[in-house]
């Protein structure tokens, strides 16, 4: 974080004309920011996907990370939120509150995540809420997108004897915050900056979620950590889910890292942060899975299988089952 | 602000099931609030109007407010941004960040506020995120609404010659501040309590607002203060106003403060809070704005004209222009 007052924060007013109306310029949906509300249109062949997450310094992010970093995560991790449902994103609202701390060096840096952002995946800023707090820095983002009426991929839509998806590789983001903490040690330089990229800034699959609606059944996004998201599935669906832990997709830095030290299945399995798409579908489905996830760019992998019963059965390479000592991160 | 850990909270996933499912309970959209995600279908002929406003214990509320009426604040005030559009009310995401001195004693007032206003304004909680704090109490709230399409009442929208009409009383919830804060000493107890009532629970204007869609021009609630907010629908549609003070509905707890102090003018016309709204119309729908009042219940008042210009000039009772030391609420 600057130093106090290095570069003091212009009036409230003039900081959202100067620094977030350009992130809502040429859509008309935001009305410039000038009218406390967004209004859209969506087809009518289309229904509103919306959720929420907030981002607070200490809890999810650090204060001294840098600001567009910060920013691009709040806006990642709502995205990701639309992707697992298979929503294409519209746009977003945020309501930031600002510690004295912080300058128009951080809010610059912080808006300029944001622009890149939503060039990336082609979205707006809609609206929101600039108010100042005695707090740490805090961004609760809303992000609104539009699915295909009556395809999202639901929680609840898992049925025996669907396979079990999941995109990209799992573990790097909370090997990355142990990296950001000093921990991991012992792996190289590049490992532990890719691992600390990873938590810092990652990667909704937007593109793989909606190439997967229709095609896919249920549809989850690792927050909590594989083991909890899967649960959630699970007792949202009345199902259970065999995996092998040898089939789960890892980088090679979180590979080196379980290698090296066993006991980190444990953050790779319930760590959280990873932000890839569990999904699942019928086994004849599986050459479209496969087409959807290389017209999205995305790799998938088959982890497992949904089973009837309520049990998520994690298995070592040997058969025997995972114990997990927790179910995934939880605030308190 | 009760004492830390005197009844501690439940984990988080307990927390949602316990007290913020209920609240989401019969509203297939919000998916009984299990999937991070909201799922709504607007009708064809409706436009999506989606506002956000958060609230922060010692900036917007006491910390010992009422939590109920911090709840129903947190409400309102999105509720009036809604209003303002004269849009119908669907339901709203909530991203809280507890402190560690909230105990559930906390909570179940909090969501018993937040399910009084649901059933009062015919709405549901349809998503959200819980994250603890190391700061204030912090309630970031995205509330979201439908109008016809087409016939939102925007900012932007006033032309020379529209009558300018208010709602309700003016300057009750900058006075209820003051008495928060143990001003106000010559008003009777009654009057103190009245006032004090208006800055905790504000009546956003829903009903008033749906019923002027297609009648009034451009809207806006009053929440940086009369003049500020006057101001904003000037900037936006390019035009000026003339008010008279003298035309101003006041309560009469308001009017008893300005009559023994007349200092208090400024706290009435620039304070804020009042969460009243503002619209204009061309003079020949005057009675059609009656009578949507009427069909409201809501009082509404004819205070001044749009002009041609860009000045918002207010003048006392002896035509001389009232000059404000600030322009509205400003946050730094």
Redesign the interface.
């Known amino acids: 974080m600057p130093p106090k007052n290095k570069s003091p ?1 212009p ?3 003039e900081l959202i004309a100067r620094y977030l109306a350009p992130l809502a310029a040429g859509v008309p949906a935001a ?2 920011l ?9 087809h ?1 062949d289309r ?8 981002l ?1 310094a ?3 992010f650090f204060a001294d990370d840098p600001p567009d970093l910060i920013a691009r995560k709040a806006l990642r991790v709502n995205l990701s ?2 992707a ?2 298979g ?1 294409t994103p519209i746009g977003y ?7 004295e701390s912080i300058d128009t060096n951080f809010i610059e840096a912080f808006t300029e995540g944001l622009r890149a952002d939503q060039a990336e995946f082609g979205i707006a800023m ?11 820095l ?1 961004i ?1 983002i ?1 992000a ?1 997108g539009e ?1 295909p ?1 009556g395809r ?1 991929m ?3 839509a898992a049925r025996p004897g669907d396979e079990i998806y999941l995109s990209g590789t799992l573990g790097d983001g909370a090997l990355g915050l142990s990296v950001a903490r000093g921990g991991l040690p012992g792996l190289s330089g590049s490992e532990r900056a890719f691992l600390l990229q990873r938590y810092r800034v990652p990667q909704p699959r937007v593109q793989l979620g909606m190439a997967l609606v229709g095609i896919a059944r249920a549809g ?2 690792v ?1 909590d950590g594989l083991a909890a998201d899967l649960q ?1 599935i699970c007792e ?1 669906s009345g199902v259970g889910a065999r995996l092998e832990r040898s089939r789960l997709p890892l980088s090679p830095a979180a590979a080196a890292a379980v290698q090296a030290d066993t006991g980190l299945w444990e953050t790779v399995l319930a760590g959280g942060d990873d932000y890839e798409l569990i999904v699942t579908a019928p086994p004849e489905r599986g050459a479209q899975i496969k087409a959807a996830a290389r017209a999205a760019k995305t790799p998938i992998a088959r982890i497992g299988r949904i089973e009837p019963g309520a049990i998520v059965a994690i298995t070592d390479e040997a058969g025997t089952p995972v114990s997990l000592a927790r179910g995934g991160y ?3």
């Open positions: 924060l009036p409230e007013f009305l410039g000038k009218d406390d509300a967004a209004i859209l249109s969506l009518p229904e509103l996907v919306a959720t929420a997450d907030a607070i200490g809890v999810h939120d639309l697992a449902k929503a609202l945020m309501c930031w509150a600002l510690p809609l609206g929101g809420d600039t108010t100042a707090t005695s707090g740490p805090t609760a809303t609104l699915v009426r999202a639901l929680r609840g989850i996004d927050s959630h949202t939880r605030h308190f």
